[in-house]
């Protein structure tokens, strides 16, 4: 979603749920060219039938998922930072859990992670399932690990990056 866009597109949108900005958020497209990327970094060819597997599918739909959860919760505060400087909407899945449960951040960023945790178990649950039928060395399991560890990367980069510390340093948006 292009903040760009969101406030043009917000009178005709209600992201007022979870699974709401979720389905927004991994209808983007970048989801499609991170899986294209992991794919090819994995040498990974999927036949056309194996990609349209349910459980396959379900399990991209979870690291899209972790993904997204994780960006934003790494992000929140670098988003309500850009709010105050300049006037932005936040579009950010912590924001949409305080507004959809009316909690305080504290217990917003709590279920995010807790979403987090329990997305990471289902995802791990699918992976034996697939792992027992298909075995160790076929090309949905190797799939399968490259996503998740894209996720364990995604975690990294997001805890680690200089724009999301911005304001734990007392840094601006404008850079000062």
């Known amino acids: ?34 899986l294209s990327m992991i794919r090819f970094a994995g040498s990974i060819h999927l036949a056309q039938d194996r990609g349209h597997d349910p459980l396959l599918n379900n399990i991209v739909n979870l690291w899209a998922k972790h993904r997204i959860i994780v960006k934003d919760l790494f992000s929140y505060d670098k988003d309500c930072l850009e709010h105050d400087a300049c006037d932005s909407v936040i579009v950010n899945a912590v924001q949409v859990l305080r507004g959809e449960l009316g909690v305080s951040l504290e217990t917003a960023k709590e279920v995010a992670r807790t979403i987090q945790l329990d997305t990471e178990r289902e995802i791990h649950g699918l992976y034996m ?48």
């Open 1 to 34: 979603m292009s903040r760009a866009h969101w406030v043009h597109d917000s009178q005709k949108r209600s992201l007022a749920t979870l699974s709401d900005y979720l389905q927004e958020s991994i209808g983007d497209s970048t989801t499609d060219i991170h």
């Open 129 to 176: 399932e697939v792992l027992s039928r298909t075995g160790i060395d076929s090309t949905e399991v190797r799939y399968i690990r490259a996503l998740v560890e894209s996720l364990a990367g995604n975690v990294f980069c997001s805890s680690t990056a200089g724009r999301n510390a911005m304001p734990l340093v007392g840094k601006s948006v404008d850079g000062e």
